[in-house]
């Protein structure tokens, strides 16, 4: 803690930076202007600056001693001057005014006449005078007074929370006693008026602590502690009990608090405010915030080594009354209740395993509330992964009590269906976890297996949802055609969907190939093994017999069964998947010719899995950029329609003048003006078809008008073409102007036309023209207007310039026009990006010249929307295009300079897709591009330099390689690992979504490391060995690699075997695991290994060691088999063959918890007490806590008990019986009420003298009859006969135990009947 003088110290060396900059009075000399102003005050207002001034000099002495340069020593010792002058002239003043007031204060006259005097000049005091104020006081002044403030503050503040603290503790702890009713008002009156004393007190407290943090620091926690008791009284009301926590828990602010909290009185009270009722939620709500601040102070301290050495202090009675509130299911608090004893269990899980908390939450977890389900399995989750804090977990018994909604299904009714959906939900969430999969696969797979098991049974309705649960786990996603299926219907009527948009990640996909598998398919492929060897395949088989005509339900489990058998071919190895692509349960079904029925449902089921292959490899293909198969269902089709086109254009350039006349006149062209009656079908015909002959072309165009009257309706200020709506059936107008012109450009007459004969062209500059701000007055409705381009076809003309650039002609009719020099002007142009956007969009960009120029353009504008536009235009331009083209990587690489941080990114993204292939990466590469200016985002694409010999000879010379080694070895690595793990967690979670940003953060691919692509060149393995990193590598893991108990060690041995499996990934870097010979020690951690997540780690890393045949090959010498695509090379996936042994952890035996009910109490002296007691113990007995509630409300009734139940003795026994043992909330309420004793100080100082006077000392041993004392659950029979219950009676307890001190047990009473005692 630091001391005062260093806290001056920090003060005034933080006014000194001040000093420079402020040169305005303070509020307090503000006030004191409006003070001097008012005559009465004046003398008020000088005290005051003379108070100030004195501040002014002892903070300038104080900044003398400080070490300060030689300007500004001057400054202050020039303040220190002015200061001093000015405090011998206030002086003098105030002497002059205190001399003037006794001499004219004879009366009111007097008064009334000096207030309406103005001041006198000569006292003119800095604070009178705005102009001096801000002249004649620097800011030095200002700092002085300010770190004097700060100083005085604290010291006020400290001085103030003393004070506070004692009026709490001079107030009375309790009103007198009433003699009377009148005295009863006056004492309930007093009681009211302490409460909102105490109140008021404690809640300035709080505010002053809020408002100077250091003095919680001066303040010890005992002595606010003892000053708070009294408000926590009984007698007290609600709102003082709440302020009196809220006011604890503003004190704490370090481990070192909450532990000296922890020795305070404070159990019993806290105990208490949780029993109470909804009345007191205010009460409860302050005792609930200061538990979760204990916890979130515990917190702090966390080990991260999980040595499990952290501690909450919090007791056990404080405990169970928490769990106790998290249990009762209409509690408000429940739910914050329930999720900080989630907390609680990671920081401290022996204190919350001692409070019997463990299994609260256990059953929580099967059937609290649906919200919490999530964070609980989570919980546990976390709990698991770890040998130590499983150890509190009962194997078989505890976490299984989360599947009994799905496992005990049978019988329950038709509301049972949205529990089992919670339950799935967790099912899945705990599964998709390697500490969910591996303790469920425990002791053969047991917990699995009954969850596979519910699907046989018969009657069970509620199957389909565990059928749901399977199409989620293994991440089936539905097509829209599966409901047809599920139908029973044909699937022929659907067909590949045509012309869809290809989706960002495709071209990805086809740069890596058809056999990249994801993370995730890694982790599926696994399921799926463990699923079909628990008899998912046989269950669904079960189902199956179930109906001979079938059901939605028996195809559904069809189709699971379709889809396990088709992600089994492409995920696992070939013998694996050979096992369950056998289904023989089923082909026994086929082949059973002596029972009707079995044959019907094998043949129905062989068919329609063999239908839904065949429909999937149609609708689905795996390879989608593979050209159409010649052979395939739909080429004649496409080969009819193809020679169905060309032989209308023949048709149509064979066209004789007769019907060519009959064709033109059909258009309606050469009759009317009004394109309203045109008729659309013939034009467009004559337009693709005899058109096309020049011959024809040439006679449109000379001969009759009808060339000029169809490129007049397309002109802009005809206002045919151009104003009319923008409607579906209006688009075809769009595509026949875009026709004519390629039609046109088709012919040299054609473009002779377009360019001297027609005004369309001519018409379009003018249209651009209209947009110049600089070209005289604005149109006041342009043709290229906003509103027009939204609304009307004029967004067509941007297609047919788009047309002309596809044609040499075509680019050379607009150079001439000046068409590209009024785009140049419309890049120009502000808040008009949708034109901007439609000439980038349009314009084709195959031909060099003037369309790449205004690209480039755009990519450079002002505008940073444009700029984004382009860039994403760009980048779609090199994902369509085959071999992207060097003048695309030249412009894409330009936007990485771009200073716009998103433009930046989106070229990034681009640039790194196109590297995916080798070609495009060789190209940019030879370009050499500047990265280093681009921070964390440019990473990923200077990796992908790396993996090319050119590139890291480039970034080696550039000095990249030995930094980001050294950063990749210290730091980045651990980076890495954290990310993979999250993207794990995040897709693999129940609520996650598409647009996740970590989901989205790479595509599920192992994403590229540093050492993995340095080991794919020759020079940078060389260079790896010489660093010698990979050798340090193997010596951790050798060293660390099956530790289970520093949470740090297990982080970098994750992240070290990331490293090694990326390294050997490749042909270069599988010489390294051989030489050092790791690969048998990462094949021990993944057998041995008590970290769930470690094992996954390893079984990552094998899938990577596996991508190569040489790794594939080493591996199976291990019993490790590699997935390979149909082309043999393998895919990135490794299974063990003995899947038991990895997929099981080792068994364990729970440990024993010592509780505080391990404590034992001196059995009771008196009769009345043990009959209280044995009742109140009973009260935890769900059969006979009705009859012993009973037997309390009678005792309660009769005088010979009322000692009883007002001795602070046996409330201590009852407060020890409800802290040791599990109660429900209204039973405690119940107990708590049964006693006439107020809690206060006194109260529970007497119950801490009766906790230590009653308890056992170690050597106490209960003698013989003490044991064999039987208390029944109706109670005991007195000495005279009267037995304590009107419903039975008991046999009276024998002489010789008459008069002996008793004990408790709670042994049923046995008898026996028929023998004689003999």
């Not at 690489?893 to 771009?898: G, M, R, S, W």
Request: aromatic residues 6%; hydrophobic residues 40%; proline residues 6%.
């Amino acid at each position: 803690m630091p001391t005062n003088s260093d806290h001056e110290q920090s003060v005034a060396a933080a006014q000194l930076s001040k000093m420079s900059t402020s040169s305005q009075s303070t509020p307090a000399s503000q006030d004191l202007d409006s003070m001097l102003r008012t005559p009465g005050n004046q003398l008020e207002a000088l005290t005051a600056l003379l108070e100030r001034e004195n501040r002014i000099k002892e903070g300038a002495e104080k900044f003398l001693k400080l070490p300060i340069t030689d300007l500004m020593r001057m400054q202050v010792e020039s303040e220190l001057e002015l200061a001093t002058s000015e405090i011998e002239l206030l002086t003098k003043r105030i002497e002059q005014e205190t001399t003037r007031r006794k001499k004219h204060a004879v009366g009111p006259a007097a008064k009334r006449k000096f207030a309406g005097q103005a001041p006198p000049s000569t006292a003119r005091p800095r604070a009178d005078s705005s102009d001096k104020d801000k002249g004649g006081y620097s800011g030095l002044r200002t700092a002085c007074v300010d770190s004097i403030s700060a100083l005085d503050d604290f010291r006020t503040a400290l001085s103030q929370a003393n004070s506070y603290l004692k009026s709490l503790t001079l107030i009375p702890s309790s009103a007198p006693s009433p003699s009377s009713p009148s005295s009863t008002g006056s004492a309930s009156h007093t009681s009211s008026e302490q409460d909102r004393t105490r109140v008021d007190i404690m809640n300035k407290l709080v505010a002053l602590f809020q408002r100077n943090l250091r003095v919680r620091y001066e303040i010890t926690t005992a002595a606010l502690v003892q000053a708070v008791i009294p408000s926590l009284a009984d007698s007290r009301s609600k709102q003082c009990r709440a302020a009196a926590y809220r006011l604890i828990r503003s004190s704490l602010v370090d481990p070192t608090s909450i532990e000296e909290l922890r020795q305070q009185p404070l159990d019993w009270f806290i105990v208490k405010s949780l029993a109470r009722n909804n009345k007191f939620s205010v009460e409860r709500e302050q005792v609930i915030k200061l538990i979760r601040a204990i916890v979130d102070i515990a917190a702090e301290k966390r080990d991260t080594r999980g040595t499990g050495s952290i501690s909450i202090p919090l007791s056990e009675p404080v405990m169970r009354a928490f769990i106790a509130v998290a249990e009762h299911a209409e509690d408000p608090f429940r739910s914050i209740s329930v999720q900080t004893l989630a907390e609680m269990s990671l920081l401290d899980l022996d204190l919350v395993a001692r409070a019997g908390g463990i299994r609260f939450l256990v059953h929580a977890l099967g059937e609290g509330p649906v919200e919490l389900g999530p964070v609980l399995a989570t919980t546990f989750l976390h709990i698991m992964d770890s040998p130590r804090t499983r150890a509190y977990m009962r194997l078989g018994i505890d976490v299984e009590i989360a599947l009994l909604a799905v496992t005990d299904a049978y019988g329950r009714g038709a509301d049972h269906a949205d529990r089992m959906r919670r339950c799935a939900k967790v099912i899945q969430l705990m599964l998709r976890t390697w500490s969910g999969l591996m303790y469920f696969c425990m002791e053969d797979q047991r917990a699995i297996k009954s969850v596979v098991d519910t699907l046989r049974i018969p009657s069970l309705d509620t199957r389909e949802i565990v059928l749901d649960m399977f199409f989620e786990l293994l991440n089936i996603k539905p097509p829209e055609w599966y409901k047809t299926f599920i139908d029973g219907r044909r699937l022929t009527m659907y067909r590949k969907p045509r012309n869809l948009p290809e989706p960002s990640g495709e071209h990805k996909a086809q740069q890596r190939g058809p056999e990249a598998l994801k993370l995730t398919d890694q982790y599926i492929a696994l399921l799926v093994l463990v699923f079909t060897n628990a008899g998912l395949l046989d269950a669904l088989t079960m189902m199956l017999e179930e109906r001979t005509t079938g059901s939605n339900l028996t195809r559904k489990a069809t189709l699971l069964m379709a889809e396990v058998m088709q992600m089994a071919n492409r995920v696992l190895p070939l013998n694996m998947a050979a096992n369950i692509q056998a289904i023989p349960q089923v082909f026994d079904l086929a082949a059973d010719y002596t029972r009707g029925e079995h044959r019907i449902v094998g043949t129905s089921a062989i068919t329609a899995i063999d239908s839904f292959n065949r429909n999937h490899a149609r609708l689905h293909p795996s390879c989608k950029s593979a050209r159409p198969r010649a052979n395939s269902a739909e080429d004649a089709v496409r080969r009819g329609q193809r020679q169905v086109e060309q032989n209308k254009i023949k048709l149509g350039m064979q066209m004789d003048d007769k019907m060519f006349q009959a064709c033109v006149l059909e258009t309606q062209i050469m009759i009317t003006k009004d394109s309203t009656k045109w008729s659309f079908d013939p034009l467009q015909e004559l337009v693709e078809g005899p058109f096309l002959n020049p011959k024809r072309l040439e006679e449109a165009i000379k001969v009759g008008r009808f060339m000029r009257r169809l490129m007049a309706f397309f002109h802009p200020f005809s206002h045919q073409f151009s104003d009319m709506p923008r409607k579906q059936q209006n688009l075809r107008w769009v595509r026949l102007g875009c026709s004519l012109l390629t039609t046109l450009l088709a012919s040299p007459d054609g473009v002779r036309f377009l360019l001297y004969e027609d005004d369309f062209l001519k018409q379009i500059i003018k249209s651009f023209a209209q947009l110049d701000p600089f070209n005289g007055t604005p149109e006041s409705d342009p043709i290229f207007s906003k509103q027009r381009m939204m609304e009307t076809l004029t967004y067509g003309y941007f297609d047919m310039l788009g047309t002309l650039s596809k044609h040499p002609e075509g680019i050379e009719l607009m150079e001439k026009s000046k068409i590209f020099t009024a785009f140049y002007h419309l890049i120009e142009l502000r808040n008009r990006e949708d034109l901007i956007t439609a000439v980038i969009t349009n314009l084709d960009y195959s031909i060099d010249g003037h369309p790449r120029v205004v690209l480039s353009k755009a990519l450079t504008c002002s505008d940073i929307p444009v700029r984004v536009f382009a860039t994403n235009h760009l980048g779609e331009l090199i994902r369509s295009s085959p071999t992207p083209t060097v003048w695309m990587l030249r412009l894409l690489l330009t936007q990485l300079y771009d200073p716009a941080p998103e433009v930046c990114e989106m070229a990034i993204q681009f640039l790194e897709e196109a590297c995916e292939s080798m070609e495009v990466l060789e190209l940019v590469v030879e370009m050499q591009p500047t990265l280093d200016h681009l921070g964390d985002i440019g990473h990923p694409l200077l990796l992908r330099f790396m993996s090319t010999p050119t590139g890291f000879r480039y970034l080696n010379t550039a000095g990249y390689i030995d930094r980001e080694m050294d950063m990749w070895f210290h730091e980045r690595n651990i980076y890495y690992v954290v990310q993979i793990e999250i993207f794990l967690a995040k897709v693999f979670s129940s609520e996650a979504t598409e647009d996740d940003e970590d989901v989205l953060a790479f595509d599920g691919v192992v994403p590229p490391h540093f050492y993995g692509e340095m080991s794919k060149t020759e020079l940078g393995c060389q260079v790896l060995s010489e660093r010698g990193h990979f050798a340090e590598f193997s010596h951790f893991i050798r060293q660390h690699g099956l530790e289970s108990e520093d949470l740090e060690v297990i982080l970098k041995l994750k992240s070290i075997l990331w490293a090694v499996g990326n390294v050997g990934a490749t042909e270069g870097g599988l010489p390294f695991l051989e030489e050092e010979e790791i690969i048998p020690s990462i094949l021990e951690i993944a057998a041995h290994s008590l970290i769930p997540s470690v094992r996954g780690t390893c079984f990552f890393v094998l899938g990577l060691i596996s991508s190569t045949p040489q790794g594939a090959e080493i591996l199976d010498d291990y019993h490790w088999e590699a997935t390979l695509s149909p082309l043999g090379h393998p895919t990135g996936l490794c299974i063990p063959v003995n899947l038991d042994d990895f997929i099981s952890l080792p068994k364990w035996e729970s440990i024993e918890v010592r509780t505080d009910a391990d404590i034992r109490l001196l059995p009771p002296t008196t009769q009345t007490e043990l009959e209280v007691i044995s009742a109140i113990e009973n009260l935890g007995n769900s059969v006979i806590v009705n009859t012993a509630s009973r037997s309390l409300a009678r005792m309660k009734s009769r005088p010979e008990y009322r000692a009883v139940f007002s001795s602070p003795a046996v409330f201590f026994r009852a407060l020890h019986t409800i802290s040791t043992q599990r109660y429900r909330l209204p039973v405690r309420r119940y107990i708590l009420d049964l006693f006439s004793i107020e809690l206060d100080g006194p109260v529970v100082h007497a119950i801490s003298e009766a906790a230590t006077n009653l308890r056992a000392p170690p050597s106490f041993k209960q003698s013989e009859a003490h044991i064999n004392r039987v208390v029944s659950m109706l109670g005991l029979k007195h000495p005279d006969g009267e037995s304590s219950s009107d419903e039975d009676e008991l046999d009276g307890i024998p002489e010789e135990q008459t008069g002996k001190i008793p004990v408790i047990t709670l042994r049923p009473v046995s008898r026996i009947i028929g023998f004689n005692n003999d």
